[in-house]
């Protein structure tokens, strides 16, 4: 199912394609396509270079592995995220390696890291949708993350699937139409609040 966004403006048609689905095809993803995905995220820019970003991925044909991952979200995505192939949890390093001081740009830099990601993975015809529905703490504690590390997102990963296969209250979410808050409220110029002359005409 494709859900283009309704642009005021031309953008990219990647970015125009990447939706969150909760519907995904039970195909499973080359390891190779994964490695190109986490190779996009590899080159995304971060705040002096320092690259906070770590990936814990899960595939379906290690179920003990894929398990272990699905245990960490809450049970509202577990019921549909359990049929996507590929499972992954984005990890922050909250402090820069050399000097251990607070890397304030560190969710930002991971954020943009997926992001990368993401394009890639549309670009290759799958789909992802992020989860801030995940229990840290036990990630924490299944795969013994440091201290200075922070898991941000989880993420699930795969081919498009059938709407028609999700229990009635997501189909309705799935199909809903995407909505966005219009430019006007959050690009600013002059003053905090005070939209931008730019996006007058
Ligand atoms: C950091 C983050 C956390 C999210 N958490 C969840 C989640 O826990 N469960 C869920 O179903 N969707 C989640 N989403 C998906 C958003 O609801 C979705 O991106 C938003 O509604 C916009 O829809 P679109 O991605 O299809 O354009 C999350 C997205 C992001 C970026």
Request: aromatic content about 0%; charged content about 30%.
């Given at each position: 199912m494709e859900k283009p966004a309704d642009t005021h403006y031309p953008i990219h048609e990647l970015l125009k394609r990447r939706w969150s689905p909760r519907a995904f095809s039970n195909r499973p993803v080359a390891s190779d396509t994964l490695r190109s995905l986490l190779e996009a995220a590899r080159w995304a820019p971060s705040s002096s270079n320092e690259q906070p970003w770590n990936f814990i991925v899960a595939t379906k044909d290690e179920q003990a592995e894929f398990s272990r991952l699905l245990s960490c979200l809450v049970e509202g995505n577990k019921l549909w995220a359990q049929h996507a192939p590929v499972l992954m949890v984005s990890v922050a390093r909250m402090s820069f390696e050399d000097d251990g001081k607070p890397n304030r740009h560190a969710f930002h830099d991971v954020g943009q890291a997926v992001a990368n990601l993401i394009v890639q993975a549309t670009a290759l015809g799958l789909m992802a949708h992020q989860m801030a529905g995940f229990h840290p703490d036990k990630v924490r504690e299944l795969y013994g993350v440091?201290?200075?590390f922070e898991p941000v997102a989880a993420i699930a990963l795969g081919y498009p699937g059938d709407?028609?296969?999700?229990p009635e209250r997501l189909r309705t979410r799935e199909l809903a139409p995407r909505e966005r808050k219009p430019l006007a409220g959050f690009v600013f110029t002059g003053r905090w609040g005070k939209t931008s002359p730019l996006l007058a005409s």
């Open positions: 440091p201290k200075e709407p028609q296969s999700l």
